[in-house]
């Protein structure tokens, strides 16, 4: 290398990122939390989050690692049915799996999409936790579908 130029065939560039290892658990940094400005599509139309994460160690240092949908905890309040409280528990594990992986402790606030105050408290505490590590496993995924071309992000959190 000479003045900075790259000595090669542009056509020899690679144009897909290598896929990871699915079964390895890896140490990783939280780098960004973001609300979904719109509620889900599915079933309840729950809040979520959009998460980034970063490989903090091994082979695969740097790597980007997103999870674009883990939905906000759901209160269990005194009047709901049985099949509520169970949908609200199983809609809330995800979240509390990730708070567990990266040693979130406190209170959650709560959000309202139509506050704007609400919305900024939430991501103001989210963002305390920035640079937090955690484990978690990964999956390759065919992005976009039809493409060919495989993307990892996050499968599940470790703790």
Not at 29 to 44: F, H
Request: charged share 25%.
């Amino acid at each position: 290398m000479s003045d900075g130029h790259i000595p090669v065939n542009a056509s020899d560039l690679p144009i897909d990122t290598p896929p990871l290892d699915e079964s390895a658990v890896y140490d990783v940094a939280l780098k960004k939390i973001v609300l979904n400005p719109k509620r889900s599509k599915e079933g309840t139309g729950v809040v979520f989050c959009k998460i980034q994460c970063e490989v903090a160690g091994g082979d695969f240092e740097g790597a980007f690692l997103p999870l674009n949908y883990l939905p906000l905890p759901i209160p269990l309040e005194s009047d709901m049915s049985k099949g509520e409280r169970y949908q609200a528990t199983r809609t809330s594990v995800a979240f509390g799996r990730f708070c567990r992986a990266f040693k979130i402790t406190g209170e959650i606030p709560e959000v309202d999409l139509a506050d704007v105050d609400s919305i900024n408290a939430w991501q103001d505490w989210a963002s305390q936790y920035y640079e937090s590590t955690g484990k978690v496993t990964i999956r390759n995924q065919e992005f976009p579908p039809g493409s060919g071309r495989m993307q990892s992000g996050i499968n599940d959190f470790i703790f």
